[in-house]
């Protein structure tokens, strides 16, 4: 079959505009670059993007300075945790281990399904004004999609063998998964051994910043050592959002 020279001009033309469209097409796709210092830090993070909205409009953000909490009846953080072959990744804004399915925290009547846990450096969350030196997030959800993060706060001390774990094994390339069957870990071993807790609605600490996470804050601290993390800090210097405004929510602490 032939072509005349107007249809292959014509089909030349759109070969080369799709060549030039597509990759912008797709990057506006992805969600925008945010960080955490400079022009895309966290006071600009609600104007990146409407989906991050939240993080400049929201009422319920985190993370909080945990101050004048309210002794309560509050149920025991049941944790069922598995040891399970790691699964890591250098996200570019946090070291991240991934979860398989079948490790979960009983809350009451609620069940929750971890799906990672990351480091913040230093820790997120202040308690009565006061920040440590880093943070572990333990994300779950629940069959609804509710979420609910169990944060480990780390004080430098003795080394922490979990953590040494998991440093060894970092990716070398950013945002790139990988499994490391020989390697195994169960997060339970992060927890402090007293299980109490302050507990308080909030939200995703990275954008979007979604409201409606409830946080479980233990109150005992873990420790890790100097070399543990001036390692981290190597890799991310800081990586903690600023504290949030607590607008009058309530903050519960076991008894």
């Not at 597509?22 to 925008?32: A, H, I």
């Not at 993007?49 to 929201?58: K, T, V």
């Not at 009846?73 to 079948?102: C, R």
Request: hydrophobic letters at 40%.
């Amino acid at each position: 079959m032939r072509l005349n020279t107007t249809t292959c001009g014509l089909a030349f033309l759109l070969a080369v505009l799709c060549f030039i469209l597509l990759p912008q097409f797709v990057r506006s796709q992805r969600e925008p670059a945010w960080s955490y210092v400079g022009e895309n830090g966290p006071n600009s993070w609600g104007t990146l993007d409407s989906r991050y909205a939240l993080c400049s409009a929201g009422q319920s953000q985190s993370p909080i300075d945990i101050k004048d909490a309210k002794k309560a009846d509050l149920p025991a953080l049941k944790f069922d945790y598995q040891t399970v072959p790691m699964n890591i990744i250098d996200n570019g804004h946090s070291i991240e281990v991934n979860y398989p399915a079948g490790s979960t925290l009983r809350i009451g009547d609620s069940t929750y399904t971890l799906k990672q846990f990351h480091f913040h450096h230093p820790s997120e969350e202040n308690v009565n004004g006061h920040a440590l030196d880093m943070v572990a997030h333990l994300v779950h959800v629940n069959a609804e999609g509710r979420l609910a993060v169990v944060a480990i706060l780390l004080k430098r001390g003795a080394a922490n063998p979990l953590i040494d774990a998991v440093w060894k094994n970092i990716p070398k390339e950013k945002e790139q998964a990988v499994t490391i069957s020989e390697a195994t870990l169960n997060v339970r071993d992060l927890l402090p051994t007293d299980h109490a807790y302050y507990t308080f609605s909030g939200s995703l600490t990275t954008p979007p910043c979604s409201e409606g996470v409830t946080w479980y804050v233990m109150k005992a601290p873990v420790t890790l050592s100097d070399t543990q993390i001036a390692f981290f800090a190597a890799l991310y210097p800081l990586n903690a959002r600023p504290i949030q405004a607590t607008n009058g929510r309530p903050i519960l602490e076991t008894r």
